[in-house]
């Protein structure tokens, strides 16, 4: 991994709380890959071990990797896939630097020579530097006064942004965090895997939380998206004020001692209004988004998360 994605080239070393961290620096460009370990080489094992992060900024690059970070959050836990309903018009479709399947190929040689579990492209967004002005111009006055003070976004920064599932008999895993229970310290009930592309190349690459299958499950018959959408109004009588944002078969996982096993579930991502009472007595609603998990063998509740 060390030399697929940082070359030959010489690099500085850091134990970190979590991950062995890799640096590279010169006039031209400054890259960083954190290995992550579970703070196995700072002495502890508190975390997950497994998974990695990469960036890359070339000299004279326009936005940095902070700036990217804020328009273009892909927060593994969010329920907002990955933060990017900021841009609603977002679609696949080529961009002035370089054609999207070009891009995208680029992406998959660096998963092919790292051996990766197998990974398959599950959402692609091109950003113009019209909706990236946009989100700055949305971020709240402290964000902006620290990191895009007398900035804007370039044509330079626009990039490609590709989210990808890991595939199991053909069934992605889950990539949101569903449980209704708190996470413990070292659980991975969500895989990760995402890429970011501008006109520099792939600046951005992130894995975690990805299985290696050690062992073959059952073959068992599996309950409809409508049966499994009806235990969800059964169980929880949600409003006509939901929407359903999106639903799919995937497998979800459930840890048992050091493993985890992966069981085939129908999970509903929603976006539902509720109505609060302030504290000065008023009324109020918000939007908030809800996970539902159903068991797609047995059709029992899993989890709900939100």
Known sequence: MLDTLLGGKERKKEIQASSVAYYYEDDRENTALLLYDGGKAWGENGGLDGGFSYSTEKAGQHMNSVQYSHVLSMDPDSLERKGMDAYPDAEERDLSFKRFSDSEQEVRNIWETLELPQLELAEAFSITKE??????????????????????????????????????DGIPVVDVYWPEEPREIGEAPETYAS????????????????????????????????????????????????????????????????????????????????????????????????????????????????
């Open 195 to 306: 890429a970011v592309v501008n006109q520099s190349g792939v600046m951005w690459m992130e894995a975690m939380g990805l299985y290696t299958l050690v062992g073959e499950g059952e073959e068992n018959d599996l309950i409809s998206y409508e049966e499994a959408l009806d235990v969800i109004k059964k169980e929880y009588a949600y409003s006509s004020n939901a929407a359903l944002k999106e639903a799919g078969l995937r497998y979800v996982s459930i840890k048992k001692d050091s493993q985890y096993e992966l069981i085939p579930a129908w999970l509903f991502q929603m976006k539902e209004t509720r109505r609060f009472q302030t504290g000065t007595g008023q009324i109020s609603e918000e939007e908030i988004n809800v996970c539902y998990a159903v068991h797609a063998v047995t059709g029992l509740i899993m989890g709900k998360n939100g």
């Open 131 to 168: 909706q990236m002005q946009d989100k700055i111009e949305h971020l709240d006055e402290e964000t902006k006064r620290d990191t895009f003070e007398h900035f804007y976004a370039a044509e330079e920064d626009e990039c490609y942004v590709m989210i990808y599932h890991q595939m199991v």
